[in-house]
């Protein structure tokens, strides 16, 4: 901080003479002050310090005094000094004083604070005196140094508004048609400011400030829940989950200047509705570190926004009920203002706010008998098309209050405002009564009828069956129900028992695993001649091959040296131990070597008494 004392007085701190007195005595109220040096070379190093007050006729100058008896604790206390006597024997200089508030003198100064670039000082300034730079600015306190390199430490406000997983309702409406909960909405992050104000008679000159944001998070999850069943509705609205001072943060200097800032956090939602709808969405978002926000307060056309394009965006949606549709905008806002008091000129407040982002998502109940996410086998009919869209914006407003000077009125400005699409995706669903049997069309989704007259039961054709396409809910008269087979979510199954005409039974459908023969049934049923063997029936997994239905001549096998029957292992093989790998069919059926086969052969015993086949 360069300041710039009124009517061209010089300036001298008491600091340049720390550890060079033996004593100080300011009392105040004699309107004296003297100081004691240590040695005759500290009292001529204090005497050249003002020899430019001693060349001037009335000897008046403004002592900045950082003593604790002759100002309040961790503060300086300027004195304005009339006049000074000097007692070279006693090595004291004494003063006649009056005390100064800061607000008579601290009408001119320039005011770095953050990590800022070196200003060159005024070179007119120079030959009068100035203060130097501040190096630490908090709790009052000023370190001043000689020269004019405007440094001081970093200024930072953290921000950690919400908590992971907390709840809290967003919107209910009057009528219980629609409501919308936030179930993890936070931010976190810190944000950086530097600055730079000038200040000339107790009048603005420039304020400029230059804010930039550090591992900045926002979290945004919102729980929508509709339950109407009527005609498409709308409705929207905003609520702030927070707002309050950041504590423990901001710069003083006392009696000249403050900086602290206040967050909020805001959350809004607009919905169109019909139908029944219980549906999670929203995003994570992550502001990039090297994005800042540069503020003149003078200039708005000099204001920006930069190194926001990194911006990371992370959607989320999981939708666990919809019949109808659902189109819905969240946006996560929070705001950071900067609150500026500078003594005897007026206020100015920065406002940054962000909407990290606004998302939309349209969802929309669908059917497709081929498949709505996906054409493949087992596809689930129903689901849930979804697209969304993020819009990410940045503003400023300047708020500015300065008495009677209105040469600087307040404004608001847009920064950044662009729109991304986050793409299209289908949740596979199970949505009871959406298909072809209440109208429904096939590309877009209505809300169930609810009411109506029932029509002709659809009919279904499994491999070797007829049946009828009914609820799962009503008992199947047949048996069990097998899927795949009627059109609808997995609710509506075929029940191959329930015959919707007159027409017999078919035959039944005949299998052929390797080396066998058989005839397809339900696996509900017990198969007489052993094990099911699956994959030689057509329909879904309940109906299987039941090889001991019909008798199939057994097939011969010829492992090395040997011959023999292909048959189950459930039965006992009279030779012995059964080998693998020379019969067709499942691992339950291997080769018996010692089992008969056409064309004389017999078992015997060879010379060293093994038993062998010799045909």
């Not at 206390?77 to 007692?87: G, H």
């Not at 406000?157 to 909405?185: E, H, L, M, W």
């Not at 098309?385 to 819009?391: F, G, I, M, Q, V």
């Amino acid at each position: 901080m360069t300041l710039h004392a009124p009517d061209g007085l010089p300036i001298i701190l008491m600091e340049r003479f720390e550890g060079l007195t033996s004593a100080v005595d300011c009392k105040g109220d004699d309107h004296k002050m003297s100081l004691t040096f240590k040695t005759q070379e500290a009292y001529d190093y204090a005497l050249k310090t003002w020899q430019i007050i001693n060349e001037d006729d009335d000897k008046q100058f403004l002592l900045i005094a950082n003593h604790n008896a002759c100002s309040p604790e961790d503060e300086r206390q300027p004195y304005k000094v009339s006049s000074v006597t000097e007692d070279e024997a006693d090595l004291t200089i004494s003063m006649a004083t009056n005390i100064t508030q800061w607000s008579e003198v601290a009408g001119t100064y320039d005011l770095d604070f953050g990590k800022v670039a070196v200003r060159q000082p005024s070179q007119k300034l120079r030959p009068r005196g100035f203060w130097g730079d501040i190096v630490n600015v908090g709790k009052g306190a000023l370190e001043a140094a000689q020269g004019n390199a405007d440094l001081s430490k970093s200024v930072n406000f953290a921000v950690a508004v919400g908590q992971p997983g907390q709840k809290t309702n967003i919107y209910t409406d009057d009528k219980g048609r629609f409501s919308i909960d936030c179930i993890d909405c936070y931010i976190t992050g810190t944000w950086q400011v530097q600055g730079h104000i000038v200040v000339q008679g107790f009048v603005l000159q420039d304020l400029t400030l230059e804010a930039a944001p550090q591992d900045f998070k926002a979290k945004l999850e919102l729980e929508a829940t509709v339950t109407s069943s009527k005609s498409p509705d709308t409705l929207q609205s905003s609520k702030e989950l927070f707002s309050a001072p950041i504590p423990g943060a901001g710069i003083a200097v006392t009696g000249i200047f403050k900086l602290g800032a206040t967050v909020s956090y805001e959350v809004g939602t607009s919905a169109t509705f019909a139908g029944t709808a219980t549906a999670d969405f929203g995003l994570s978002a992550s502001l990039p570190n090297g994005a800042k926000v540069v503020a003149d307060v003078n200039n708005p056309s000099d204001s920006s926004a930069t190194g926001w394009s990194g911006s990371s965006l992370t959607p989320n949606f999981e939708v666990t009920k919809l019949s109808a549709s659902l189109t819905l905008a969240a946006f996560s806002q929070p705001k950071i203002a900067f609150g500026l008091e500078l003594v005897e000129v007026g206020n100015v407040d920065i406002a940054v706010t962000m909407k990290l982002p606004e998302i939309s998502s349209t969802l929309s109940a669908d059917y497709d008998p081929k498949g709505v996410c996906s054409q493949s086998a087992g596809a689930s009919k129903t689901g849930v098309k979804l697209e969304n869209k993020a819009d990410e914006s940045l503003s400023l407003q300047i708020d500015v209050d300065l008495g009677d000077d209105n040469s600087k009125p307040s404004w608001s400005k847009t920064l950044l405002d662009f729109s991304q699409p986050l793409g299209s995706d289908c949740i596979p669903l199970n949505i009871p009564g959406l298909g072809p049997a209440d109208g429904t069309s096939t590309t877009s989704a209505k809300p169930p009828s609810g009411t109506g007259s029932d029509t002709t039961p659809t009919t279904c054709k499994p491999p070797g069956k007829t049946g009828i396409c009914q609820s799962t809910s009503k008992t199947c008269a047949g048996g069990a129900y097998m899927s795949g087979y009627c059109p609808g979510d997995d609710s509506i199954k075929c029940c191959p028992a329930a015959s919707s005409s007159s027409a017999p039974a078919p035959s039944p459908t005949t299998c052929a695993p390797p080396g066998k023969t058989g005839i397809c049934q339900s696996a509900s049923k017990t198969c007489a001649g052993g094990a099911y063997i699956s994959g030689y029936c057509p329909g879904d997994d309940s109906v299987r091959c039941c090889p001991s239905a019909a008798a199939a001549t057994p097939t011969t096998c010829a492992p090395p040296g040997k011959t023999g029957i292909c048959q189950s292992t459930s039965k006992t093989c009279a030779g012995g131990a059964y080998i693998a790998g020379y019969c067709p069919g499942d691992d339950s059926i291997k080769c018996c070597p010692n089992a008969p086969t056409a064309g004389g052969c017999k078992m015997r015993r060879d010379r060293f008494g093994k038993r062998i086949i010799a045909c």
